[in-house]
């Protein structure tokens, strides 16, 4: 019943800045915990960031520590990913997970609910 549809994904040079959005409906949002996961081709699906239901508790991935933001508004069922300084490793289709717990995980199999994803190329 949960779905959830990212936006915001697009072509970047290094360096450069990107946010994502994710949309959710068809649930309580604002008990979800949420989280945002990549996928680059060959490659295994990795954890990126994760943030609590209310937002108080957030973590990040040691490759974008510093770099990366986790945001959500629970007003407009949406969370966001604030991307910067931008690398061309950081490429890969990213994917926003509902968590249907008020804590977050770095465990992919602990997110019930997925969405397509969003490409993000980051050019050198």
């Known amino acids: 019943q949960v779905q959830l549809v990212e936006s915001g994904g697009g072509l970047v040079q290094a360096g450069g800045s990107l946010t994502l959005s994710c949309a959710a409906s068809g649930g309580t949002f604002s008990n979800f915990a949420m989280g945002w996961f990549r996928q680059a081709p060959g490659n295994e699906r990795e954890f990126v960031t994760a943030?609590?239901?209310?937002?108080?508790?957030?973590d990040y991935a040691d490759s974008v520590k510093g770099r990366f933001t986790i945001s959500r508004d629970n007003a407009k069922n949406t969370v966001y990913l604030q991307m910067k300084s931008l690398k061309p490793e950081d490429t890969a289709v990213y994917y926003c997970?509902?968590?249907?717990?008020?804590?977050?995980?770095?465990?992919?199999?602990?997110?019930?609910?997925w969405g397509q994803g969003t490409q993000v190329t980051v050019s050198s």
């Open positions: 997970a509902a968590r249907p717990r008020l804590l977050w995980s770095r465990w992919e199999y602990d997110y019930a609910y």
């Open positions: 943030i609590s239901w209310s937002g108080g508790s957030t």
